[in-house]
């Protein structure tokens, strides 16, 4: 069964997330984002993002959001 493009997304968050060495409170905080709402991201059941909440995650890992949209 093919994942959905939410499971995906919040799969590639925390493998850059990981790879800098950061935690999800560290990232929520350069991201300008709830804790707890980068923890469902991050989860198995993750709430639709907006576009927005994209940018400012790809921002805070200096990378572009087409880059965190790449699985």
Request: hydrophobic share 35%; no cysteine.
């Amino acid at each position: 069964m093919k994942k959905s493009i939410k499971l995906l997304l919040g799969k590639k968050i925390k493998e850059i997330r990981q790879k800098n060495k950061l935690t999800q409170e560290r990232l929520s905080e350069m991201a300008d984002i709830d804790y707890k709402y980068l923890q469902k991201i991050e989860g198995k059941n993750s709430p639709n993002i907006k576009i927005e909440t994209i940018e400012k995650i790809a921002k805070a890992l200096k990378i572009t959001p087409s880059k965190l949209l790449d699985f």
